[in-house]
Structure formats: C-alpha cells, structure tokens
C-alpha cells in the first residue's frame, strides 16, 4: 500500500512545489516546506537520488539520511530526457507554486526546463537555482560538494588558526546554511509574488552563501577601505577557543561579559584579577584574547565537570556539557519538548529529528518518512488530470517510472 502524505496542514498548506533537487541543500530546504504543510513532489529520474544509496538502511536504496531528508514528500520518478516525461512535468507545473532544482544551468537547460520554459507554462511560478557557483562567475560549470565549499569560503581556513591545519567541519554545514538560504529566498519570493502577483525566478549558490556565512563576522577590520585590520574576528578563530578539560572530562563555557568575568574571577577565589588590565574589559580582553581563554583553560582543568557546571550556575556565567550525538538523543530538555517524534512506518517503528520552529496556529507535523522511488507517480498524475492512457504511454516510453 501507498503511504500518502497528508496534505492541510501547517502553515504552508495549500502550497504546491515540484522538488527536482538532490543530495542535501535542496531535500532540506524541501523537507522544511514539506513539515509544514506544503505539498512537496520529489521527481527523480530514473537512478534516482544518490542519498538513498547511503547506509543505513531496512529496505534497499532507502538510506536513513534519505527517508529523513525526504520525509512527508510524494515520489515522482521521470526520466526528463524523454520528450512526453518533460511535457508532463510542464503540465504539473500549471497549478504549481514553486519549481526548485539542483542541476547546474547548463544541465537543465539542455532537458528545456529553463526559467522561461516554465515560466511559459506558469507565469506565477517561484523558481529557484540551486547550486554550488552562482552561474554568472567563471566557477559555474564546477561540481560543488560540502567539502569544497568549506575550503573556497575560507571556512576550512579559519580552521587552521584554531588546530594548525585546515579541517572541515564535522557536520555538513554548508549544505544546511545553503538549504535554509532556499528557504528564506523561496519565501521571500512567495511573498513578492502575494503582494504583486509576479512570480519570479532566483538563485542560490553555496559559494556565494558560505562566503557571506563566513565573513558575517571574519570581515571586521577588511570592512573599511583602506582595511583597519585582517579579515579576522580574534575570539572566533582563537586557537584556546575550545571546550576545556575538566579533572574527569570536558565542558563548554563562555566567560563573555564583564559581569561575567567578575563572578568567573569571584568563583575561582581570585576576585582582584578583575583589575588586572588584561581583563578588565571587553576592549582589553578582545586584544589579548589568547591569554584570556588559556587562563580559562588552566583554571578549568583543576576542577571536575559537575563541579564547574555547578559553580557557573550560580555565578550566571553560560556553561553545559560536551555531549555526544548519543548524548543528543537522550538529552532531557528535548525530551520535554517533545523533540523527538516517534512513528510507525513501512520501515517500522522510526524516530525523526522534529522541527526546531513552534506555531501556536499553525504547527507542523513529520508526515512520514521519504517516498520509495517514483512512489505516489500514478496517483500524482491522475489528480493532474492525466487518463489511464496518458500514463500508460509514459510507463511503456519509459518516461514514468513506477515501483516494481
């Protein structure tokens, strides 16, 4: 049987969006819309999304990092190469709202499903370009994955004042921050397009993204022309900024205000240390950061975890545990808000991360995990209007692909 995702709920119920992204930035984006409310059709072609070959799984090519990303969509498998798969897409573009991909220019103007052509058949459509280099540079024919992103933005670098070599980030952040920028330009768009009635079309690029993401606060002193300083902010990139080592383990905390360093100096037994001029206040602390956070680093190294956990309560300084992600899903904060929603699915009993963003009106849900490839095909299609026949042919021409 089918599992058929919801639709009428939340706040983007109502809303229509053809998926034809992959991998990462575009399915989270998309996951996102689709928790809530918005009926989101992933179309894949016919080898399908490359995540769902990634391990874990219970059932063949449903990877868990897929079934997560993907989840409460319908599934729609084209092979776009075939003229009738492209002409039925355009027709499903008609009622729909948004038209989002992950191809890069070249390749989608090659299947003849470039803005104007959809445009053409939906001028009320928001659609947006998804890719790593924005295709108005020389960089825009190049593959673009997390890894190189983070190097070119200057986001591995910065690394490398921290631990004396470049490292990447341990979670894909440059596929999550681009994803969100979707999201947030998406909207952005519907919102125009609420108001005036113009739909309109835009571009993401992670490059692009990630340099802005980075030089948020790395910019400082190459703000100014001529430049006043590098293009670093010193307490982000200090090689001492790091959890500390604790007699039986480690701990986050953050001695930040002035406040804070007088009752961090009151707690350690040393309250004049707030007059020596190295810390006395946040313009000093800042020029000699190095030293600030070392001396954290020493003084925290002779107590144990749960002491100073303790301790910085009381002094009101910012303070918690390093957790692990097994720690994550135990973690009794989440527990209390409900963070984590359990399901019963075709996979069995599944646990989903929940959404971070609370309505009061209009909640979202976790409307089940992602669709099996070309799942909901059929029943997409017959409620585009097409007949028996129609779909009969694309089955038989090779442009609809349906489970087996």
């Not at 673009?144 to 894909?172: C, E, F, H, N, V």
Request: charged share 20%.
């Amino acid at each position: 049987m089918s599992e058929q995702p919801g639709r009428g709920f939340g706040a983007l119920a109502g809303l229509k969006v053809l998926d034809l992204t992959a991998v990462l930035m575009g399915p989270f984006c998309t996951q996102i819309l689709a928790d809530h409310g918005a009926e989101v059709i992933k179309v894949e072609g016919p080898e399908g999304d490359t995540t769902r070959e990634v391990p874990v799984m219970r059932a063949p090519r449903e990877g868990a990092m897929f079934l997560n990303l993907n989840r409460g969509k319908r599934g729609l498998a084209l092979d776009l190469k075939k003229p009738a798969a492209r002409a039925a897409l355009l027709r499903l573009v008609a009622d729909a709202d948004v038209f989002v991909h992950s191809m890069r220019a070249d390749a989608i103007a090659r299947l003849g499903l470039g803005y104007e052509a959809v445009r053409a058949a939906n001028p009320r459509i928001v659609y947006a370009n998804v890719y790593g280099f924005s295709r108005r540079g020389p960089y825009a024919p190049n593959a673009a994955y997390d890894d190189i992103i983070q190097a070119i933005s200057g986001m591995a670098g910065i690394q490398a004042r921290m631990q004396g070599a470049p490292s990447y980030s341990g979670t894909l952040v440059a596929d999550k921050v681009s994803g969100l920028t979707v999201l947030y330009a998406i909207l952005m768009a519907l919102l125009h397009r609420a108001r005036t009635g113009e739909g309109q079309e835009i571009e993401v690029a992670m490059f692009e993204t990630m340099a802005n993401f980075v030089l948020t606060d790395h910019i400082n002193g190459a703000l100014f022309d001529p430049p006043m300083g590098p293009p670093v902010y010193p307490r982000a990139a200090s090689p001492e900024r790091r959890p500390y080592r604790t007699q039986d383990g480690w701990i986050a905390a953050l001695v930040y205000t002035d406040k804070q360093w007088r009752a961090f100096f009151d707690l350690i037994g040393h309250p004049d240390w707030s007059k020596d001029a190295r810390f006395a206040t946040f313009n000093s602390r800042s020029q000699n950061i190095d030293e600030c956070y070392g001396h954290v680093a020493e003084t925290l190294a002779t107590r144990t975890t749960a002491e100073w956990l303790e301790g910085f309560e009381r002094a009101g300084i910012p303070a918690a545990p390093v957790n692990s992600t097994e720690d994550v899903l135990q973690d009794p904060h989440l527990a209390a808000t409900g963070f984590f929603l359990e399901q019963e699915t075709r996979h069995g009993r599944m646990r989903f991360p929940g959404m971070p963003a609370w309505f009061s009106a209009t909640p979202g849900r976790v409307d089940g995990p992602a669709p099996a490839h070309g799942e909901h095909g059929r029943a997409v299609l017959e409620e585009a209007g097409f007949t028996p026949e129609e779909i009969a042919a694309l089955v038989a021409e090779g442009g609809l692909i349906l489970p087996e």
